[in-house]
T-cell receptor
Framework: GAVVSQHPSWVICKSGTSVKIECRSL??????MFWYRQFPKQSLMLMAT?????????EQGVEKDKFLINHASLTLSTLTVTSAHPEDSSFYIC????????????FGQGTRLTVV | GENVEQHPSTLSVQEGDSAVIKCTYS??????FPWYKQELGKRPQLIID?????GEKKDQRIAVTLNKTAKHFSLHITETQPEDSAVYFC??????????FGDGTTLTVKP
């Protein structure tokens, strides 16, 4: 399958700082990228959907000013957690999908964020 | 929007036995149903998928069945092995739209 690379794999940051997570599709053009958050022993909860060149669509309850998403190219999307707090600590995973009605999405390896 | 329910939440089987996980979905327009396996701290890995124009699909020890009328689909793992132990998620998708995931099933295969 296609390769999606997410970086960093883990990050520890101080409360109040911002953290940027990158999601890259390495061998295909990702017209759509999805960002998920997964708390321990829970399912993947969709945070937002981003299409290249347009604003992200956020799910209900997700603060768009806190979780900034940029999808500036067909191979890169970024998620920035601004003014992070301990409750933002979680596993963040991106997935990417190509165009043409292709339904299969490929996941990045995830980022473990710990806010102290 | 779509709602996906997954059962059971935990499943323990003896090595060599079969395991079955079931999911129901609410949106009849959903037409793609993937199953993912996720090991602790790692990304979900697609293990098998099925589209709405097919009733069953098999890949070695893994099979998926779909009942569009009843809006449910199931994952079947035969001859389970300890390395099958993981969390399994089902999902329902409509035409390249966003995926709605089930809550996951923690499968434990006892040697």
């Amino acid at each position: 399958g296609a390769v999606v690379s997410q970086h960093p794999s883990w990050v520890i940051c101080k409360s109040g700082t911002s953290v940027k997570i990158e999601c890259r599709s390495l061998d295909f053009q990702a017209t759509t990228m999805f960002w998920y958050r997964q708390f321990p022993k829970q399912s993947l909860m969709l945070m937002a959907t981003s299409n290249e060149g347009s604003k992200a669509t956020y799910e209900q309850g997700v603060e768009k000013d806190k979780f900034l998403i940029n999808h500036a190219s067909l191979t890169l999307s970024t998620l920035t957690v601004t003014s992070a707090h301990p409750e933002d600590s979680s596993f963040y995973i991106c997935s990417a999908r190509g165009g043409g009605g292709n339904t299969e999405a490929f996941f990045g390896q995830g980022t473990r964020l710990t806010v102290v | 929007g779509e709602n996906v329910e997954q059962h059971p939440s935990t499943l323990s089987v003896q090595e060599g036995d079969s395991a079955v996980i079931k999911c129901t979905y609410s949106d009849s327009a959903s037409n793609y149903f993937p199953w993912y396996k996720q090991e602790l701290g790692k990304r979900p890995q697609l293990i098998i998928d099925i589209r709405s124009n097919v009733g069953e699909k098999k890949d070695q020890r893994i099979a998926v069945t779909l009942n569009k009328t009843a809006k449910h689909f199931s994952l079947h793992i035969t001859e389970t092995q300890p390395e099958d132990s993981a969390v399994y998620f089902c999902a329902a998708i409509f035409h390249a739209g966003k995926s709605t995931f089930g809550d996951g099933t923690t499968l434990t295969v006892k040697p």
